[in-house]
Nanobody
Framework: VQLQASGGGLVQAGGSLRISCADSGRTFSSYSMGWFRQAPNKEREFVAA????????FYADSVKGRITTSRDNAKNTVYLQMNSLKPEDTAVYYCAGGYRFSAAESSYDYWGQGTLVTVSS
């Protein structure tokens, strides 16, 4: 399993951005995917999780209604669509894979390298 996140960048407040995370392995459709973020000088926090079949999706309260996650198992890719972005959304965003649908970092075995999202005011 090798996760590669991409799509980060600079966006103005109120704008939108979609980041992706692709898996070069062959077992992507077997595990749940999570998104986490780490803002400067803050601990990493949970953003969203999606189960292997997309049947279950869970969001942190701080992003609910603005950020959605989806996946395409045929493309071994999970997406994070971020709308109505705020400066406080500025962070490095990480994707992670694991066999348990969870908001806990410890549930995820595989991590991408992270992609930086910067929201200007």
């Amino acid at each position: 399993v090798q996760l590669q996140a991409s799509g980060g960048g600079l966006v103005q407040a109120g704008g939108s951005l979609r980041i992706s995370c692709a898996d070069s392995g062959r077992t992507f459709s077997s595990y749940s995917m999570g998104w986490f973020r780490q803002a400067p000088n803050k601990e990493r926090e949970f953003v969203a999780a999606i189960s292997a079949s997309s049947a279950r999706i869970f969001y942190a309260d701080s992003v609910k209604g603005r950020i959605t996650t989806s996946r395409d198992n045929a493309k071994n890719t999970v997406y994070l669509q971020m709308n109505s972005l705020k400066p406080e959304d500025t962070a490095v965003y990480y994707c992670a894979g694991g066999y348990r649908f969870s908001a806990a970092e410890s549930s995820y075995d595989y991590w991408g390298q992270g992609t930086l999202v910067t929201v200007s005011s």
